[in-house]
């Protein structure tokens, strides 16, 4: 056999080091893991900072305490899994939240004050007389900004409340920063009732005036708490309740009704999974939205004279793309039929599907037919996939199992790493142990898990040059990344996205405020096989993606990097900064490159450049050689741009 020169024998060597990943993915891919416990229930939980994961629940008794009760908030630390508990003064039941521009999350609303077993303090005692010491929080607005030093606290002050009660409101944040507040009802109940009620009002925050009344929560009743509502790159809203569905130019107080979502109701109870498809360049950053499960049943039909936990869930999924179309159309439906499952968006343009119950619905109470006092029976512990570019019929693919049920006030969120963090679930008025209520089927979960996709085995890329701010329009930046970046394959680089997720704020199958937006790139490679990507700005219109803090990922070939936590716009609540679209430079491959691939090469968008390596003639080919010689093992493909 040949004998191979031993300057290429030495290369060859040095490709197999580059070829050594650029971090390390210890932990096993498609699995959960169990870490630590969040202290309190998970009905409500955000990502505050690169670090923190911020949980809600309900005012009850949680075996945490602070200032001498029951605490129902915590602040968890995703680097050492462990929680610090918080004091929130009011009660927090279902609350709705979001993030403001300038980074300050809201969480707005709940119920009255309550003592032992969620029994309702009277009128005249509802500021912190209960065993709990909680005070009624149907009017409160509570505020905090995040830490990594522990330093912060909710703001929980009645004087800074709002002027009518919501439980179940929804919240949208706006294109200045600022926050739509929607909906909800006063004092609860399984579903809304029109005899008072409903509060089929918006405000904002800051405020801008009195609540007015939209006429789509008049006409939706009785399902139409936690309305589904998305911002859309027009500027306009979509909302969804009961089977009604609405355009709402909001800045003009205008309704449009369209078509009715087919199949199944999807709003809370229902619970269908809802998401906005990747916003990117190659659809021309067009929302499309998408509804998985829920329940199928007329609006006569959502009391509780009847064994709702029976019933089963909707397997169908709807999608519609409002901005460009108002029809509906019909997407790959689940295997089973499922409420209260949940849709996160991965960085690399799937949406991870998670929790919820085959049977029955959201709620809990002490019907005869209960499950303990669950309205949802038959847990759904099988995780999914769901590829939106993938063809017909096949969009679905499994992931992994997980051994807890998450039924209601279920939540989860993804992490700055790209793996996602599920807790939570409590059908239940109070808190409820195996040891305190042994019959019970359905307990008070603690227990935090943390789910690895099925990219956490694969090549990691470790980017230099990551952001911290992202404006609205303006110049591009550069990202660099190293051969092993790029899987030892320097033509991933035409694989390789910039991807910005806003996690949003998770309770009850939603996470309010999502979005996953690809940024436009760019690329030049480098004869010593690294390259650099140039990277647009956000495109200069904030209803794409609002402003405030979120996560910026690369992702080469399908996996992501680490992200690094930016913040969209100017920092601030008000009329953003915009400037002109970013012009990107046209992908330059290197000399050496083409000399490679010659006119085997069928990019459409990039030319050649002289190389502004350093590197001597000898190494550029001795580069071009591993090149080559990855290609004949199969493991070097070329992608066209």
Excluded at 61 to 69: F, I, L, R, Y
Excluded at 136 to 156: H, N, Q, T, V, Y
Excluded at 204 to 211: A, D, I, L, N
Excluded at 314 to 336: A, F, G, M, R
Aim: glycine share 8%; proline share 6%.
């Amino acid at each position: 056999m040949p004998v191979l020169p031993s300057t290429l024998l030495h290369v060859l060597s040095l490709a197999t080091l580059a070829l050594v990943p650029a971090q390390i993915q210890a932990q096993a891919p498609n699995t959960f893991k169990y870490v630590g416990l969040s202290g309190v229930s998970a009905q409500q939980m955000f990502l505050g900072t690169s670090n923190k994961v911020y949980i809600v629940d309900k005012t009850e008794n949680n075996n945490a305490t602070v200032n001498g009760h029951p605490a129902w908030a915590t602040e968890y630390d995703i680097n050492t899994n462990t929680f610090r508990t918080m004091d929130v003064l009011s009660n927090s039941f279902c609350a709705g939240g979001t993030v403001l521009g300038n980074g300050t999350w809201l969480n707005v609303g709940g119920n009255q004050a309550i003592t032992y077993g969620g029994v309702s303090m009277p009128t005249a005692q509802q500021s912190g007389q209960s065993a709990y010491k909680d005070w009624d929080g149907g009017k409160a607005i509570r505020f905090l900004d995040p830490c990594d030093d522990e330093s912060c606290e909710w703001l929980d002050n009645p004087t800074m409340y709002m002027t009518s009660r919501r439980w179940y409101p929804t919240l949208e944040t706006l294109e200045d920063g600022s926050a739509m507040i929607m909906g909800g009802c006063e004092w609860g109940g399984y579903v809304n009732y029109a005899d008072s009620q409903n509060n089929p009002t918006v405000e904002y925050w800051p405020s801008k005036g009195q609540p007015f009344t939209l006429n789509f929560l008049l006409k939706t009743m009785p399902v139409n708490l936690f309305p589904l509502v998305w911002l859309l790159p027009s500027g306009n809203m979509l909302i969804q309740a009961e089977f009604q569905t609405e355009i709402f130019d909001y800045k003009n107080n205008l309704e449009y009704p369209i078509a009715d979502i087919p199949d199944c109701v999807r709003v809370y109870p229902a619970s269908a999974a809802t998401a906005v498809f990747p916003m990117t360049p190659e659809n021309n950053w067009t929302a499309t939205v998408i509804f998985c499960g829920g329940t199928f049943l007329q609006s006569d039909q959502w009391t509780t004279t009847w064994p709702i936990v029976q019933y089963p869930a909707n397997q169908s999924c709807v999608k519609i793309s409002p901005d460009v179309d108002l029809n509906w159309y019909h997407e790959d439906s689940l295997e089973t039929g499922r409420s209260m499952g949940q849709f996160i968006n991965l960085p690399d343009g799937r949406l991870f599907f998670v929790n919820g119950a085959h049977l029955g619905t959201a709620g809990y109470g002490n019907d005869s037919w209960v499950i303990g006092q669950s309205y949802a029976d038959q847990p759904q512990y099988q995780s999914w996939y769901f590829d939106p570019k993938a063809v017909a019929g096949s969009k679905w693919s499994k992931a992994a199992v997980s051994s807890i049920p998450r039924m209601y006030h279920s939540s989860a969120t993804l992490l700055p790493d790209g793996s996602v963090m599920v807790s939570g679930s409590n059908p239940n008025a109070d808190y409820v142990s195996k040891e305190s209520n042994p019959t019970y089927t359905y307990f008070t979960q603690y227990q935090v898990e943390i789910f690895y996709p099925d990219y956490w085995g694969k090549t990691k890329p470790n980017p230099t040059g990551m952001p911290k701010q992202i404006t609205y329009g303006g110049d591009y930046f550069d990202i660099t990344l190293s051969l092993s970046d790029l899987d030892g394959n320097t033509m991933n680089i035409n694989a390789t996205k910039a991807v910005i997720i806003r996690t949003g704020f998770s309770t009850h199958a939603m996470n309010m405020g999502q979005r996953h937006v690809e940024l436009e790139t760019s690329f030049t490679t480098q004869d010593d096989g690294s390259a650099i990507l140039h990277v647009a700005q956000m495109e200069p219109n904030p209803a794409i993606l609002v402003p405030g803090p979120a996560l910026f990922f690369i992702v080469v070939n399908g996996v992501p990097s680490n992200s690094s936590w930016v913040t969209v716009g100017d920092g601030t609540i008000g009329q953003q900064t915009i400037k002109p679209k970013s012009t990107l430079p046209r992908s330059q491959i290197s000399a050496q490159l083409m000399a490679q691939y010659g006119s085997s090469y069928t990019g459409k968008s990039y030319i050649a450049s002289t190389s502004s390596s350093t590197q001597s003639r000898s190494t550029g080919l001795a580069i071009g050689c591993i090149f080559g010689f990855l290609g004949l093992i199969g493991t070097f493909s070329l992608v066209s741009l």
